[in-house]
């Protein structure tokens, strides 16, 4: 059964950095490609970024140069660094895979203070 769960959410200020870690079991992050989402109240959850298994990375625009996605295979974790965090960043962050179907993650909560 696939499982994540996601960690390192919080209150920061504008300008400030946080670090999400993403602990998968049921996979192994370095054979899929695995996603950060997320979600602000009123909205559609977007992708963030994703990391394939060959370490091919994507990001939103809303977000390229600020956050990276990173893996440590050893621990089956997939990180996102944010960096330059903006109020509009606030949101809860999702972990995901799709195996023949979506599976998510129960999320952190992200919020940023201007």
């Known amino acids: 059964q696939v499982q994540f769960v996601e960690s390192g959410g919080g209150l920061v200020q504008a300008g400030g950095s946080l670090r999400l870690s993403c602990a998968a079991s049921g996979i192994t992050v370095s054979i899929n490609t695995i996603g950060w989402y997320r979600q602000a109240p009123g909205k559609q959850r977007e992708l963030v970024a994703r990391?394939?298994?060959?370490?091919?990375?994507t990001y939103a625009d809303s977000v390229k140069g600020r956050f990276t996605i990173s893996r440590d295979n050893a621990k089956n974790t997939v990180y996102l660094q944010m960096n330059s965090l903006k109020p509009e960043d606030t949101a809860v962050y999702y972990c995901?895979?799709?195996?023949?179907?979506?599976?998510w993650g129960q999320g952190t909560q992200v919020t940023v203070s201007s």
């Open positions: 990391i394939s298994s060959g370490l091919y990375t």
């Open positions: 995901n895979v799709w195996r023949n179907e979506d599976y």
